[in-house]
């Protein structure tokens, strides 16, 4: 259990650390909102950190009916900790939405760009999905008998890395078609991914109708 803990807990920090850079970069990416939210960042996890050791150490264990599944199970024990951990977790997802609505308004508020919407609405979907079961957790740790108590651990540390990643995916796809469509200067993004060279290559050809004169003159001496 200690294991299994700290590992989902270091994927929950890892996905976190993606909506903090998401929100670096809507700030524009400046030295004094990066320090803020990296003081801010290793506050909170360090905190959850601390509380979870605390609680993981206070865990009694005992036999398992189906030891040949799993060797042991927690015993009755005080979950309050555990529950300080979650309402840390949704603390820290509420005030990274607060800074993002706060930004978004502040510095785009007129802006048309497609490149905002996406990151609005991925936060938020993350946001609402993650205070849930989050809170969810929360409940089931207070009133839930002891069997049912964890149920939703699992499910929360997966969802922080299937959410976070399904923000970068969705960036990936709006850049690739911006670059295949060919947005307008007043709606184009500055965000661009990396691409091979048979990629630029091809990307070339497509809105020249030929090859640049560089490929032409090393094709001739090959």
């Known amino acids: 259990m200690v294991a299994s803990s700290l590992v989902m807990i270091t994927a929950m920090v890892i996905a976190e650390a993606i909506m903090y850079i998401r929100v670096w970069a ?15 960042f290793l506050g909170i996890h360090v905190a959850i ?3 979870l050791g605390i609680f993981l150490r206070s865990v009694e264990y005992r036999p398992s009916p189906l030891p040949k599944i799993v060797a042991c199970m927690p015993a ?16 820290s997802e ?6 993002s609505i706060i930004l978004g308004f502040s510095r785009y508020k007129a802006s048309n760009n497609r490149l905002l919407a996406v990151f609005h609405r991925d936060g ?7 205070a849930g079961i989050t809170t969810a957790n929360i409940i089931f740790d207070s009133v839930a008998p002891l069997e ?28 690739e078609k911006e670059l295949s469509t ?18 630029g290559l091809t990307a070339d050809i497509r809105s020249t109708g030929q090859a640049p004169v560089g490929t032409e ?6």
């Open 76 to 91: 009755d024990t005080n979950t309050t900790k555990l529950t300080t951990v979650y309402a840390i977790i949704v603390a």
């Open 148 to 175: 049912f108590k964890f149920m939703l651990a699992a499910p929360q540390g997966c969802l922080h890395s299937i959410l976070s990643c399904r923000l970068i995916l969705h960036l990936h796809e709006f850049a």
């Open 26 to 40: 809507l700030g524009g990416s400046t030295k004094k909102l990066g320090a803020a939210l990296l003081a801010q």
């Open 217 to 222: 003159k090393g094709k001739e001496e090959c």
């Open 124 to 130: 938020i979907f993350y946001f609402v999905t993650l």
């Open 182 to 199: 060919g947005e307008s200067g007043e709606n184009k993004s500055s965000l661009q991914f990396a691409v091979s060279a048979a990629t």
């Open 49 to 51: 950190y601390t509380v």
């Open 94 to 99: 509420t005030m990274i939405m607060i800074i």
